[in-house]
């Protein structure tokens, strides 16, 4: 299915067959493309740049789709990346899979500040969520653990 070229979003480079390859929703999922490209939110004068998930949902372009930002996009990367280390090395070491009174994880520099990462513990479901999240991240550990190696890769290749 062709993304669509006449909306808001510019695209420039896309990925037409996303569905194949959607994690564990491949082949029936309602994200059918991804795209970089011209962000829909530009002013005039000035343009930025963003990804985007694009939904069809069998008769119709979603409202769903969903348009980020590049440096959201490696936000997101770095956030995922930096959850599943603190899962794999330190969740283990506390009964409830965190510490209570320290439910921070770490806090990532970024332009001159930090991203702190932290345990959602105003979830007043978290001691079970945090369950399921780490029974999940083991069931995909392979799925996320191709898409690392690769990311990996071309940071390597890209001089990171």
Not at 10 to 28: F, L, M, Q, S
Not at 33 to 57: E, F, H, P
Not at 98 to 111: A, F, H, S, T, W
Request: glycine letters at 6%.
């Amino acid at each position: 299915m062709k993304i669509p070229v006449t909306l808001k979003h510019k695209p420039v480079i896309t990925v037409e067959d996303y569905e194949n390859i959607d994690g564990r929703t491949a082949y029936k999922t309602d994200a059918k493309g991804l795209s970089l490209g011209l962000a829909q939110w530009n002013d005039r004068g000035k343009v930025d740049i963003s990804a985007k998930v694009w939904r069809y949902t069998g008769e119709k372009w979603s409202r769903q789709s969903e348009e980020l930002p590049f440096h959201r996009v490696l936000d997101l990367a770095i956030l995922i990346s930096k959850s599943m280390k603190y899962f794999r090395e330190e969740s283990y070491k506390h009964n409830k899979l965190y510490d209570e009174n320290n439910p921070k994880i770490e806090r990532v520099g970024l332009q001159g500040d930090a991203m702190t990462v932290s345990v959602c513990t105003e979830n007043p479901m978290i001691d079970n969520d945090i369950k399921m999240f780490l029974d999940v991240l083991g069931e995909d550990s392979e799925l996320l653990g191709e898409r690392l190696r690769t990311l990996s890769a071309v940071l390597r290749e890209m001089g990171y």
